[in-house]
């Protein structure tokens, strides 16, 4: 007869473990699709869609009404951009992509609002006949087309203060810039020039100085900054580069003039800002910083301006004294 072993036995264990390993078996394929099945069929618990949602005791029912006044639907794809005539706000451009292939070229509409009726914000209830239903809105169509990039048109601009230029820029790095004819009430647009200083262009903005008319700045995603002016009296090179910086080390996300147009904010994914002084007035004043460009420049390394993930907004105050990323 077998004694009973001591728990204590170095080989007791020994014994115990090859029992337990006779005893294994080899799971199937098939059986584990079972298990999970059976698991899901008994176990979990399928979460509530939103058509499924009964409303409760405090839920509040929001009916939406179509407002619009007039309709566009040129475009093939998304939308990325839109922009308004300063001088003429029945002038608008659009751009985005021309479809949804990876080499899908890049599109851009301009269009006149004027043909869209002025009419009270109201639902059909409100008016003072219900029956006659809601009006009709008519369809814009494009009266130029914006064209020339090969990839999708993510930033449009109307020159100030006059809105003598439109430029489009892209994810190909191409700023495209066309003349703005206004004459005997009917508007005009030629191709001027195109500049490309980088692979792809984030963001564009017009300097609001009317010292400087026919500015734009714009970001890039190589973490440049450029500053254009527009000059068409110069037929080699209409388009001039006022400034270039390049103290962002990650792709340049956001922009903003201050209100006099004398200053540039930007920042970028590194987590860094920068104000420069564009036009030398700071400088004049000895007010700007160490690297001879800005009058404010604040990085990751400050541990006070770290933002994880970096910034992707900026805009100055109209008194030009703050800054906000």
Same mark, same amino acid.
């Given at each position: ?9 170095? #080989? ?6 090859? #029992? ?18 059976? #698991?899901?069929?008994?176990?979990? $618990? ?34 990325? !951009? ?5 001088? +003429? ?23 006149? &609002?004027?043909?869209? @009726? ?24 494009? /009266?130029?087309? /914006?064209? *020339? ?22 994810? #190909?790095?191409?700023?495209?810039? +066309? ?21 792809? /262009? ?22 440049? @900054? ?12 209409? /388009? ?8 962002? &080390?990650?792709?340049?996300? %956001? *922009?903003?003039?201050? %209100?006099?147009?004398?200053?540039? !904010? ?11 002084? @564009?036009?030398? $007035?700071?400088? %004049? ?10 009058? $404010? ?12 993930? *970096? ?11 703050? $800054? %906000?990323?």
């Amino acid at each position: 007869m077998p004694f009973p072993q001591d728990p204590q036995d170095p #080989d007791h264990q020994d014994h115990q473990d090859n #029992d337990m390993h006779d005893e294994d078996e080899i799971i199937q394929g098939d059986e584990i699709d079972e298990v999970f099945e059976g #698991d899901d069929a008994e176990g979990d $618990v399928a979460m509530d869609s939103d058509d499924d949602h009964e409303m409760g005791e405090g839920d509040e029912e929001i009916l939406l009404h179509n407002d619009s006044i007039a309709y566009f639907d040129a475009h093939k794809d998304s939308v990325f !951009a839109i922009a308004q005539h300063p001088i +003429y706000p029945q002038l608008i451009a659009t751009g985005g992509s021309e479809g949804e292939a990876d080499d899908a070229p890049g599109k851009g509409y301009v269009f006149d &609002t004027s043909a869209a @009726v002025s009419r009270p914000v109201l639902p059909p209830s409100f008016q003072s006949d219900p029956s006659a239903g809601q009006q009709q809105n008519p369809q814009l169509t494009p /009266i130029f087309e /914006i064209d *020339g990039h090969t990839d999708s048109i993510n930033a449009l601009a109307f020159t100030l203060p006059k809105g003598e230029f439109l430029a489009s820029a892209g994810m #190909d790095g191409r700023l495209r810039v +066309y003349a703005v004819g206004t004459g005997n009430n009917q508007f005009q647009f030629q191709f001027l020039a195109e500049s490309q200083e980088t692979e792809e /262009i984030n963001w564009l903005l017009p300097c609001p100085s009317a010292d400087f008319p026919n500015t734009l700045a714009l970001g890039a995603s190589d973490g440049s @900054v450029w500053v254009f002016t527009i000059d068409p009296t110069d037929s080699a090179s209409p /388009i001039q580069i006022i400034q270039s910086y390049f103290l962002h &080390t990650g792709p340049c996300t %956001a *922009g903003a003039w201050s %209100a006099d147009g004398n200053l540039l !904010a930007t920042v970028s994914e590194d987590a860094s800002m920068h104000v420069f002084d @564009v036009w030398g $007035v700071a400088a %004049a004043k000895n007010l700007i910083t160490d690297n001879g460009q800005t009058v $404010v420049s604040l990085t990751e390394a400050d541990q006070r301006f770290a933002v994880e993930g *970096g910034l992707y907004s900026v805009a100055i105050s109209p008194s030009g004294n703050f $800054v %906000a990323a």
